[in-house]
């Protein structure tokens, strides 16, 4: 649903709205661009406790928003409250892009072709045939689905919760039906029978920002595999690092999220900006 920006003469509002939100690089990415190009649009962080998002949504339906990002609390909340919504949030019930257009609110998911869109720019392709999931949250059902619409055959879902990780197997299952899903536990044993032979390996987990993996079977990963983390942290985190010590090819999140703003940013505005230039702009926000 792309289109030009409102003309009213006042500047239209892009938002990242989450609990909380003053950590979020999106603001400082998109206002760049914004001043780069010189829109009259302005990108505001919104600080919004769980439970509230209904009223929110009705002022975005009735102001001057363009759009906007969803993060953690509110992605699912988002994905039902909205007026329509995209193939990719149908199949992973979480939002991240909300576009308004003529007073109704349409949600997209960009993380999971963000995300692929990173692995490209890193020189990896987008075909995987054989992945294992670390998680099973909002993310990576998101990175699930594009994954399974990008090619992917099989796909062994580990989460803590391990009902969890069924639950996003049996919610996605039906609609990629040329994917071979499995569900189970995080425990290393399992790990360690799903990473043989795995093509990629996706870290969806808010581990490494909240906490840190014990006893990863790093030394069973093959250094033909890949390692992608979702999570970022300067110099990469302490995951990322250990592999690469190892020799295993990986890259942590930044990328992703670099590339899921150039994709919303596209949806809001109808421009095509390539999302190295919001990885640039991120790296510089966090001293990279
Ligand atoms: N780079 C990017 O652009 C990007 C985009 C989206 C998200 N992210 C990051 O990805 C992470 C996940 O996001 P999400 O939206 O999927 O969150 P979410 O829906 O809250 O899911 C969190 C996931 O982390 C697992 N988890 C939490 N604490 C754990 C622990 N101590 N040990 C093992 N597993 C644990 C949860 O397992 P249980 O089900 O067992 O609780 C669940 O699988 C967050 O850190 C987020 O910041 C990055």
Redo the contacts with the bound molecule.
């Keep these: 649903m792309p289109g030009a920006p409102r003309r009213s003469g006042d500047p239209s509002l892009l938002f990242v709205v989450g609990h909380p939100v003053s950590h979020s690089l999106s603001p400082a990415m998109h206002n760049g661009i914004i001043a780069r190009l010189g829109l009259p649009l302005y990108y505001v962080p919104v600080d919004l406790p769980p439970g509230r998002l209904g009223n929110f949504l009705q002022v975005v339906r009735e102001a001057n928003f363009l759009g906007g990002n969803v993060?953690?609390?509110h992605?699912?909340e988002a994905a039902g409250m909205a007026d329509t919504r995209s193939d990719a949030v149908e199949a992973c019930g979480?939002a991240?892009t909300l576009v308004v257009r003529g007073g109704r609110v349409h949600a997209e998911n960009t993380?999971g072709a963000?995300?692929l869109d990173a692995l490209e720019g890193n020189g990896w392709g987008r075909r995987f045939p054989r992945v294992v999931l670390?998680?099973?949250?909002?993310?990576?059902?998101?990175i699930a689905w594009s994954l399974g619409t990008a090619g992917t055959r099989r796909i062994d879902v580990l989460?803590?919760?391990p009902r969890?990780?069924a639950d996003l197997a049996a919610a996605l299952s039906p609609r990629l039906p040329r994917v071979s899903f499995s569900a189970g536990d995080?425990r290393p044993a399992t790990l360690r029978e799903a990473i043989r032979g795995a093509d990629l390996i996706v870290q969806?987990?808010?581990?490494?920002?909240?906490?840190e993996?014990e006893n990863f079977p790093i030394k069973d990963v093959e250094k033909t595999a890949r390692f992608a983390d979702?999570?970022?942290r300067a110099g990469g985190t302490a995951l990322v690092r250990r592999l690469r010590a190892r020799g295993v090819p990986a890259v942590?999140?930044?990328?992703?999220?670099?590339?899921?703003a150039a994709r919303s940013f596209a949806l809001w505005t109808g421009r095509k900006i390539p999302g190295e230039a919001f990885l640039g702009i991120a790296k510089k926000a966090l001293k990279i």
């Design positions: 993060t953690i609390p992605k699912e979480a991240n993380d963000g995300f670390l998680g099973a949250g909002g993310a990576a059902r998101g989460n803590r919760n969890r990780a995080l969806c987990t808010s581990l490494g920002l909240r906490g993996w979702i999570v970022y942590d999140g930044l990328p992703m999220l670099a590339h899921q």
